[in-house]
């Protein structure tokens, strides 16, 4: 049997932060990855450019049933942390939006960076895991090559988010074998699915975009609303949809920042001859335009149109209530919402409150940040946190 301090299951960009900081502190590291390549999360991240992270990242970013388990990792490595990591290594970056720090090269980048930090450990791919269990003082490790035995086991496998890329729920089904509960699972940042008569109504709409505010409750964002042959996507949509749950009506506003109904009453005044539709026309793309007035049944020329009618009109671009009837499922969701239940886990070093020596990062926790490269600076810090200590 090798001699090895610490297992980490998982090479993705959790289990790689961890594997670089149990290395530097001298430790002996084997991290075991089913994928055939290391970080292929990072990889396709960002359309290949790696979002790496967001420069107003805070707590106040990320969802948890414990809000404030976050809170200890993101203050001891922060997004400036790891930015002075990535000017380290030269890589140019830029911020697209909203925060959003890029590669401006390709997204190996980081990933080369987070292999050199990690140099020294021993990282297997190809590797399939078959059991866990408790070995002395420690944990054994079964796989298709072989078993492997250290007193620290880190489990860094994500969740079930994208299953092409080799997700899973085994960090889950470690987690209640050894007696820690688990948020129920649930996809994330993911499009939004409507039933087949909202469909009908949305025929031909596909590929219309805009931006658009979207209101669940008291959360509420405005970025760009993309309607798609199943339903929506886009930004907005993405960011809302780790709130949703089944039933729940979201509002959305298709003009973000106006009163529509006070601007037609408006133009009714002053440009009377002008047909309803083309005065919608004019904010809304065209097609989405005449899908709205056919929806309210509100045609004709402003001038001949009460209030009540331009109100309606304003009321579904404005508040345009909508209830999905699913989501496109983890085949999409680019994070999953929920995870191992962060009252069985230390929040400054990610180990399992009864039992010594397990520790989860990354994903597999209950801790879901918004789009735009939160959940990876999670990643970085979750990582930091256990290979500080592990």
């Not at 190996?108 to 590797?127: H, K, P, W």
């Not at 003082?137 to 890329?165: C, N, Q, Y």
């Not at 309607?227 to 993405?238: A, D, E, N, Q």
């Amino acid at each position: 049997m090798e001699d090895i301090d610490v297992i980490i299951i998982g090479a993705g960009a959790a289990g790689l932060m961890c594997a670089a900081g149990a290395v530097r502190r001298g430790r002996r590291v084997l991290v075991l990855e089913r994928n055939a390549k290391v970080a292929e999360k990072v990889r396709i991240s960002g359309g290949g450019r790696a979002n790496f992270t967001n420069l107003h990242a805070s707590p106040a970013n990320y969802l948890s049933d414990n809000p404030r388990f976050c809170v200890s990792a993101l203050k001891r490595y922060t997004q400036s942390d790891f930015i002075s990591l990535v000017e380290k290594y030269g890589i140019a970056y830029h911020e697209k939006t909203l925060g959003q720090l890029f590669c401006d090269g390709d997204s190996r980048q980081i990933i080369d960076l987070l292999l050199t930090e990690a140099r020294g450990a021993d990282i297997r791919t190809g590797v399939s895991l078959s059991g866990v269990a408790r070995e002395g003082g420690g944990f054994r490790v079964e796989t298709d090559k072989g078993a492997f035995s250290a007193p620290a086991l880190v489990v860094a496998a994500g969740g079930p988010s994208i299953p092409k890329m080799g997700a899973s729920r085994f960090a889950y089904d470690i987690a209640r074998q050894f007696g820690l509960r688990v948020v129920t699972p649930r996809p994330g940042l993911v499009p939004l699915t409507f039933d087949r008569d909202m469909l009908d109504r949305l025929k031909d709409l596909s590929g219309v975009s805009l931006e658009a505010t979207a209101t669940l409750g008291k959360v509420r964002f405005t970025e760009a609303l993309l309607f798609t042959h199943r339903g929506l996507s886009g930004p907005v949509i993405l960011q809302i949809s780790s709130y949703w749950r089944a039933g729940e009506t979201i509002v959305l506003d298709l003009l973000p920042g106006t009163d529509l109904f006070a601007v037609l009453k408006e133009m009714k005044r002053s440009q009377p001859r002008k047909e309803a539709q083309t005065a919608l026309a004019q904010f809304l793309p065209k097609a989405l335009a005449q899908r709205i007035c056919e929806w309210t049944g509100v045609a004709g020329r402003l001038a001949d149109l009460p209030d009540r009618a331009l109100r309606t009109l304003g009321a579904q671009v404005n508040s345009w209530a909508v209830v999905p009837n699913g989501t496109e499922g983890d085949r999409t969701a680019e994070v999953t919402v929920g995870g191992v239940d962060t009252r069985d886990l230390s929040s400054r070093t990610m180990e399992a409150r009864d039992v010594p020596g397990l520790y989860f990062i990354g994903e597999a926790v209950d801790v879901t940040g918004h789009l735009g490269g939160y959940n990876f600076q999670w990643a970085w810090a979750s990582g930091h946190a256990c290979g500080e200590v592990v």
